[in-house]
């Protein structure tokens, strides 16, 4: 399995801007999925947003039109640019992907969106 390490997590005030990124161990040019996923506190784990098939991206609703997804083979990364923040975005932020080998997840990153 691919190594993954998120970052770019933190605090950030309402309507600001983060991006995280995901780092992985090897090249993830064959896998078939990429994604973001969060869980906040008490809350189960969801899904922001996934990046398949090359250039496909689909997204949760509630992040729909502030959050995008991107990846860069070159550098074996996954990138999320969160606009537009709001307190309910705040949650721990998992990268993950899928390949024929079986997926890999990141250990998370912390973002907070508060005043």
């Known amino acids: 399995q691919v190594q993954l390490v998120e970052s770019g997590g933190g605090l950030v005030q309402p309507g600001g801007s983060l991006r995280l990124s995901c780092a992985a161990s090897?090249?993830?040019?064959?896998?078939?999925?990429m994604g973001w996923y969060r869980q906040a506190p008490g809350k189960q784990r969801e899904l922001v947003a996934t990046?398949?098939?090359?250039?496909?991206?689909d997204y949760a609703d509630s992040v729909k039109g502030r959050f995008t997804i991107s990846g860069d083979n070159a550098k074996n990364s996954v990138f999320l640019q969160m606009n537009s923040l709001k307190p309910e975005d705040t949650a721990v932020y998992y990268c993950?992907?899928?390949?024929?080998?079986?997926?890999?997840w990141g250990q998370g990153t912390q973002v907070t969106v508060s005043s």
């Open positions: 990046l398949s098939g090359g250039n496909r991206r």
């Open positions: 993950y992907v899928g390949a024929a080998g079986g997926g890999s």
């Open positions: 090897r090249s993830i040019s064959n896998s078939y999925v």
